[in-house]
C-alpha cells in the first residue's frame, strides 16, 4: 500500500511561486509513474502533470506548460511540482497521485492518492 504525503500548498499572489512537495512511503516498486492533478470547486478533478520516476520523462496539461515543472528526488522517494508565475486560475487542491498506468495521459485515474494540499491565488 502505497501512501503519498503532500505539504507545500498555501496562499500567494499572482505571478508567485510556490513548490509542492509529495513524499512517498510504503510498497512503491509498481509505481513507476507519479504526478499532480487538482480539483476547484465546483470543478471535476483534472491531471495537471505526470513525471516517470525512472526515467524523468514529464508530461503537462496544456494550461501549465512553460509555468510549472515536476521532478523527482528516488533516493527520497519525493516528488515535487515547482510552480511558477502562478494564476487566480490555478487555485485548487492539488493532489499527488502514484501507481498511474498510462503516465502520458493526463486524464489516466491514479489508484493511490494523498489527502491533499490546498493553494490559492489572489489576484
Known amino acids: 500500500q502505497v501512501q503519498l504525503v503532500e505539504s507545500g500548498g498555501g496562499s500567494v499572489q499572482a505571478g508567485g511561486s510556490l513548490r509542492l512537495s509529495c513524499a512517498a512511503s510504503g510498497y512503491t516498486g509498481s509505481s513507476d509513474c507519479m504526478g499532480w492533478f487538482r480539483q476547484a470547486p465546483g470543478k471535476e478533478r483534472e491531471g495537471v502533470a505526470t513525471i516517470y520516476t525512472s526515467g524523468g520523462s514529464a508530461f503537462y496539461a496544456d494550461s501549465v506548460k512553460g509555468r510549472f515543472t515536476i521532478s523527482r528526488d528516488n533516493a527520497k522517494n519525493t516528488v515535487y511540482l515547482q510552480m511558477n508565475s502562478l494564476k487566480p486560475e490555478d487555485t485548487a487542491m492539488y493532489y499527488c497521485?502514484?501507481?498511474?498506468?498510462?503516465?502520458?495521459?493526463?486524464?489516466?485515474?491514479?489508484?493511490?492518492w494523498g489527502q491533499g494540499t490546498q493553494v490559492t491565488v489572489s489576484s
Open positions: 497521485a502514484a501507481q498511474i498506468y498510462r503516465c502520458y495521459d493526463l486524464r489516466s485515474i491514479p489508484r493511490a
